[in-house]
């Protein structure tokens, strides 16, 4: 049983980390948020979801595009029997204008954040004799579109990561797996709709028709609370022996 268990679920205070965060403490187990931020509302939110479900919350704050805070993180913590590892930027422009720092800064928070968390958790996991390590990488991390060289570059690097945290945990009761979401409707998502418009020449409506849903083809959003479903049964008994691989989310992007 999950309850009792702690997850830490990096980049949590918003979106996709949040909702999965939520579907984890209705499931009973606590629950480590975490953003680069240290305000109030963060410490607010986790006192929020305690008070609802029952179980130990807490925000903790550590910035996922520095390798000691990643790490920093996990020991704070005591270390964790499950780790998601949400944080993630993105940025929408072609190679040939896309700032070095974007670059630098996407690989950071969406890839080497990943291997930094991973490092620190694993050892804790291994005493404690059970592990699940669950990947937010995203339907970028199998296929590609044109102005994401940074995001999509990141994002195969994380579904590569996952094969080989598989690998060396493969005959121990750890398992490591990708969820690779299409579309979901959260501020990350909302605050690329400008760039892609200017990109395309297009209004919003069009953006999200034609651009953003249009390799959708169930034609909806994926929601936060489907893709806290998905880690929560990544993390359950009937998934033991899923590992190295990934699990898209996504409206049939991925059969077309
Ligand atoms: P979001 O912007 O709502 O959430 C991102 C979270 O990461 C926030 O909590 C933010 O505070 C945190 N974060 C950002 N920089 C950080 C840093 N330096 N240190 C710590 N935390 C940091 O976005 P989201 O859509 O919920 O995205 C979550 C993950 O899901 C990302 O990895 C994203 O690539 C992936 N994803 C999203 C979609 C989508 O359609 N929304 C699709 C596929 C994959």
């Known amino acids: 049983s999950l309850q009792g268990k702690t997850a830490i679920v990096t980049g949590s205070n918003s979106g996709i980390g949040l909702g999965v ?46 390798a000691e805070e990643c790490r920093g993180l996990i020991e704070i913590a005591g270390g964790c029997d499950i780790l998601v590892n949400n944080a993630g930027i993105q940025h929408v422009a072609p190679i040939q204008d ?22 620190a958790a694993l050892p804790h996991m291994r005493e404690r004799g059970w592990g699940r390590v669950i990947n937010i990488a995203s339907a970028h991390g199998l296929t590609a579109s044109p102005f994401k060289s940074a995001y999509v570059a990141a994002k195969h690097g994380v579904v590569g990561l996952t094969k080989v945290t598989a690998l060396e945990t493969a005959e121990e009761p750890i398992t490591c797996n990708a969820i690779c979401p299409g579309y979901v409707l959260t501020p990350l998502v909302e605050a690329q709709i400008p760039d892609t418009m200017k990109e395309y020449g297009m209004d919003r409506e069009e953006v999200i028709k034609n651009v953003m849903l249009t390799r959708q083809p169930s034609k909806d959003f994926a929601t936060v609370e489907q893709l806290g ?28």
């Open 229 to 256: 479903g998905t880690a929560l049964f990544l993390s359950s008994d009937a998934a033991a022996q899923i590992t190295g691989t990934t699990i898209s989310v996504d409206g049939g992007w991925t059969a077309l």
């Open 21 to 66: 965060a939520i579907e984890f403490a209705k499931a009973g187990l606590n629950v480590v948020l975490n953003s680069f931020t240290n305000n109030d509302e963060d410490h607010a939110l986790a006192a929020k979801l305690s008070e609802e479900h029952g179980t130990h919350v807490q925000y903790i704050k550590a910035d996922m595009s520095k």
């Open 98 to 119: 896309f700032p070095t720092e974007k670059w630098d800064a996407i690989i950071a928070i969406n890839l080497n954040s990943a291997f930094h968390t991973t490092a």
